[in-house]
Structures are given as structure tokens and as C-alpha cells.
């Protein structure tokens, strides 16, 4: 993968790598950095999201999709359910080269979540 080349480059690169467990740093090791270069720091994005969370959990999800509906598109799901005031989504964000470059691979995973996924739960 592209991003893959850059992390090595960037990595020789930097004085410091901070890693989010030991087999990271172990990978960095074997890949020849110097131990001294390496500094585990635990997982940023579980911390992120930990320290994120009360602030999160104040967002109304149905406020924020429709703020952000391009002009002239209607909102196509419920977001709401009958029987319970708490609603599960499914949230997906796609960006890899190779699930979203290719139309023969992009088209069954865009008729997966329209099919099956978006079939139990309002998918953002």
C-alpha cells in the first residue's frame, strides 16, 4: 500500500516513533530502528475516543446528517425506531485504493451495504 512506503520512509526519517503496543515496536526494531528512537505510548485513537466520549454521546446523529445533506437530496431513512428510543447505525467511511478505485469492486460493496446492512440499521 501506498501509505505503507510513506510510514517507512517518514519513520527513518523521525527522532521518535511512538508506538500504540509492543508489537509495533517490535516490527520498528526488526525493521532496524534504533530502540532508542521508539517510545510506546498506547493506543491514541481507543485514548481519543475515551477521552471524546461524553461529547459524543451529547450529538444528535439525525441533526448532524441532515446539516450535512447536500442541497436537494432527500433524507431516504428513518433514523428513528418505534419500539425503542435508542437506535443503532452503521457508520463506514471507505478511502483504500483498492476497495474504491476498481468499479468491480466498489459496486458489490456499495450493493452489500445497500442490500444487507442498510436492511437493519440506517447506515451513515
Do not use: C, W
Not at 2 to 30: F, G, Q, Y
Not at 36 to 56: C, P, Q, S, W, Y
Request: avoid cysteine; charge should be negative.
Amino acid at each position: 500500500m501506498p501509505e505503507e512506503i510513506n510510514r517507512l520512509v517518514t519513520d527513518h526519517l523521525s527522532n521518535l516513533l511512538l508506538t500504540p503496543d509492543k508489537l509495533s515496536s517490535e516490527n520498528l526494531r526488526k525493521e532496524g530502528v534504533p530502540k532508542d528512537k521508539i517510545r510506546f505510548v498506547g493506543n491514541i485513537m481507543i485514548d481519543t475516543l475515551e477521552a471524546n466520549r461524553f461529547k459524543a454521546e451529547q450529538l444528535n446523529p439525525e441533526t448532524i446528517i441532515k446539516d450535512n445533506l447536500i442541497e436537494g437530496q432527500p433524507l431516504v431513512i428513518s433514523l428513528t425506531t418505534q419500539n425503542s428510543s435508542l437506535t443503532t447505525y452503521a457508520l463506514m467511511t471507505m478511502h483504500r485504493p483498492s476497495n474504491v478505485d476498481q468499479k468491480e469492486i466498489l459496486k458489490p460493496l456499495f450493493e452489500f451495504l445497500a442490500n444487507e446492512v442498510a436492511e437493519d440499521m440506517p447506515l451513515i
